[in-house]
């Protein structure tokens, strides 16, 4: 695939730019002179040449193409590759970018996450189901789902109402003193509902640890699906950190993306119940809800096109794990 640079006035030629009039989507650099507007045809940037050469290298190039008709070609290409991955997985709307950065760092593919709010936990909230299925279900899910979403636990709720109350205090007593004397609570008007204990006393059962089944007591077609749920997290734990559409450092989203470092560092999606914990949800969501969350999956820099295929596998297996998240969540088992 070439690109075709085809503005020229036989009466005045163009000054001369840094590139030849027709080069390859292979990588060479397209510049236009600094006189001509870049709005009409905007050179390709690091991110277009490097998906360019990915194309290019699985399908022969049959036609030549201007800068708009290549990018457009390559956005596409990958896009569509993109889009029939995420297809299947319904439980988080997941989004794909390739980002360019500052200070000559390669390009960058940026898994987000559209979703806010609670995760829908299907029959493990409403059924009637025992409740040791129900919590061992919800226990599987805990433990595993955050190494592809950005989700909190009830844990993780726990401890920012501490910082925000408490000082970081975890018993009633502590609490009740750190409001009284940091907060300036009068001791008759200290809110005894969001104490340490009232918080706890407020958790489904479902949602301790403690009453989950042990997997001899379960059902088979639950145990089948805890099995493929584990697996898949496994698979996802073996990626590499190099080659890992799930994996990112903190500091390189702020290098990526620029005014990150203003969000709330509080993911958007929750596998705690809205219903039980709408206030304590309300209070800690607050900053996301007016200045963002931290909403990033993955970001794995590519430094070359021969990284991009090794990318699309890795993503591929998260995807497989939030595909067997679904089926637990989709279960309802039954004592079969």
């Not at 949602?207 to 697996?231: E, H, I, V, Y």
């Not at 203003?262 to 999606?269: F, G, N």
């Not at 914990?277 to 996301?288: H, L, V």
Request: glycine share 6%; with cysteine.
């Amino acid at each position: 695939m070439e690109t075709a640079l085809t503005r020229r006035s036989s009466s005045k030629p163009l000054p001369a730019s840094g590139s030849r009039r027709s080069a390859d989507l292979a990588g060479r650099a397209v510049a236009l002179s600094d006189s001509v507007p870049t709005v009409f045809d905007a050179p390709l940037g690091p991110h277009h040449k490097l998906l360019g050469r990915w194309v290019a290298s699985m399908t022969i190039a049959t036609k030549r193409f201007t800068r708009r008709q290549a990018r457009t070609h390559i956005e596409q290409a990958f896009g569509s590759a993109v889009l029939d991955a995420l297809a299947p997985v319904t439980m988080a709307d997941l989004r794909v970018v390739i980002l360019n950065a500052q200070d000559e760092r390669p390009p960058a593919a940026v898994v987000t996450c559209e979703s806010l709010g609670q995760l829908e936990l299907g029959w493990i909230e409403t059924s009637d189901a025992p409740i040791p299925w129900r919590a061992a279900a919800y226990r599987a899910l805990e433990n595993t789902l955050g190494c592809v979403l950005p989700v909190f636990s009830y844990q993780d709720l726990f401890d920012e109402m501490s910082l925000y109350y408490w000082e970081g205090e975890a018993t009633d007593e502590a609490a009740r003193q750190c409001q009284i004397e940091m907060h300036g609570i009068d001791p008759e008007e200290v809110d005894e509902d969001i104490l340490p204990s009232a918080l706890n006393g407020r958790r489904p059962a479902w949602m301790l640890a403690s009453n989950a089944g042990r997997s001899k007591s379960l059902p088979s077609q639950l145990r089948r699906a805890l099995a493929k749920l584990r697996a898949a997290h496994r698979a996802v734990r073996r990626l590499q950190p190099e080659q890992n559409a799930w994996h990112f450092v903190g500091q390189e989203i702020y290098e990526y993306m620029p005014g990150a470092e203003d969000c709330s560092s509080l993911p958007p999606l929750t596998l705690v119940p809205v219903e039980q914990f709408a206030r304590e949800i309300d209070d800690i969501a607050r900053p996301g809800m007016e200045y963002g969350f931290m909403d990033v999956a993955g970001l794995c820099p590519l430094t070359e096109p021969g990284l991009i295929d090794p990318w699309f596998a890795s993503l591929r297996v998260g995807l497989d794990f939030l595909l067997a998240a679904q089926e637990l969540i989709e279960l309802e088992p039954t004592n079969s």
